[in-house]
Structure formats: C-alpha cells, structure tokens
C-alpha cells in the first residue's frame, strides 16, 4: 500500500533523539544523537519522528516510530492526547528495525515526515498535540497481532505522559483490520480481564479487509458495552477489501444485522458511522487524514477524535 506522500516521505531522514523508556535505534540514514531539551524543541517535525522498539508481551521485539511534540522536552508534567497508526500488510518488516523506512509510504508518517507539526484545534478551539507512535508489525501474517498492536499501546503510556482520557487509534487496509479486533478483544490487567474499547476513547479504521465473524462477543461487550465512538471509511469498489467486511462491523455496532449470530441487548450509542467513497481502488485513506477534508461539519479526521473523550 502506498500514498502519494510516499516517495517524499522516503527522502526524509529520521532522527533518534529519545523520549521513552524504549531503545533508540539509529536509522539506515543517521545515527543517534543527544541533544538537550531547546535543542529537542528546534527540531523539524520529521527529525522528531524516531525509530525505536519494544518487546511485545510474547518477546517479539516491534519496531515503531515516535512522534513527540515540539514541547514535550519543556513542558513538566502536561499530558498530550496519543494517536496510534497502524499500517497495512505491505508495511511489515524485519523485527530488527531495519525495514522501519516502510512505514514512510504510509500516511501518518509521511504527513510527520512532510513537516506537519500534528496540532489541531480542539473543540474549545485549543491547540492540541499528538504524541504518535506507529508500530511496525515484525509478522508476515497478513493480519495484526495483538500482542503487538495492544502492546505498542501499553508501552506508549508507560513510556510517555499520555493524557489517559484521549488515546486513539487508526489503521489502513490490515491496520483498519487491526483496529476493529483491538476494539473487541481484552487483555489482562493486574489478574484481571480489561476491555481495550474502555481505553481507547475513539477509533478510525480505513479501507478494513477483517471480517467480523468471529468477534461478536468483543462488538457487544466492547465497543458497544464502552460507547467507544468509531467512525469507518471504504471504498465501494474496493477490489481488495471487500466494502460488505467494513459493512460488517459497522452494522453489528448498530444492531442493524444477527449475521454470524451476532446478538447484543442494545444498539451503540454512539451509532458507528460509515462514509463511503465511490471510487474501485483500494483507497479512502488519502481523503480521510488530508487536513483539509472536513469528514463533519468544522473538523477534520484528527479534529473528530480529539472531540471524543473517556470520562
């Protein structure tokens, strides 16, 4: 999967520069450097986007890019809203980090790479700024692991000031696939069975090719169970992923099928909405995260999930 973005995005130099309790990496274009916090806060976006790594919860060790504010250095004790990118099949790589440049070609690193500072005005028309972290699957399955995507979230708020009631999360093709089975799946928190929807406080999944057969269970007590708003874009044509695999999801949030039988007590409230784009291309990412795309009336993609917050 590639953008438009990608062959600028490719040129662009990572540089690690710390920020987590995770191990720097030095990148296949630069080694790593200290640098003291105004140094930190002079960098350009890309060279804020870092290549590190984190073993997930079965030992495979996961390659990702940080993305830190331009004040994260400076700023104390201030939490920032977390943004989680998950990418599609064509970006998995090497568990060593040594492919992590894939995940350029994908659209939230390139638009880091290209210099955008990942600030966006809330509702109360307050700057707010992302901290991202876009985990590399070290899997050649063709579908996300959970220990990897799940873990990625759990390292980014122990290593990072996370403002807990603002975590979110996107994915394209495999990564929209991976985002819906992370909102209806759990984990184990000190002995005891969590919901990832409790979490997560919105979620955009594009273009998903994961079909929802098997997760009845997790749609109702998840994202249902946590009102856990998600709003999902395809393509209608899509030749790859199948539009009725989006459908899916969409229509068992809302009570509007029993397909697989699939049976919950109410509907989600929020409803899950869809927005589908005429097009036959295995696309709908480039629309959705252009800033300039206002997918409701007065905010874009980032400016809806910030609008969202656990209590």
Known sequence: M????AAAAAATALVACGGGSDTDSATPSGQFQSRSAAQLQALT???????????SSDGTQVPYLEYLPSDYATSGTKTYPLLMFLHGGSGAGKSNGSEISKLLGYPIPAMIAANNEMCFADQAGVSQCFIVVSPQSPRTTGVWN???AGGMLLRAQKSYRVDPSRIYVTGVSMGGGGTWTLLASSYTENGQSVRWASK???AMPIATGAKSSTYNTGICAGIVGNSTPVWAFHNSG??????ANERGWVDKVNLATSADGYTCAQPGNPAARLTIYQGNTHEGWTTTYNVNTLITPGMNAFQWLLSNKKP
């Open 200 to 202: 997560i406080a919105a």
């Open 146 to 148: 959970l220990n990897d």
């Open 45 to 55: 976006p890309a060279e804020r986007q870092v290549a590190k790594s984190f073993a």
């Open 2 to 5: 590639k953008t438009t973005l």
């Open 238 to 243: 899509d030749p790859i992923a199948a539009l």
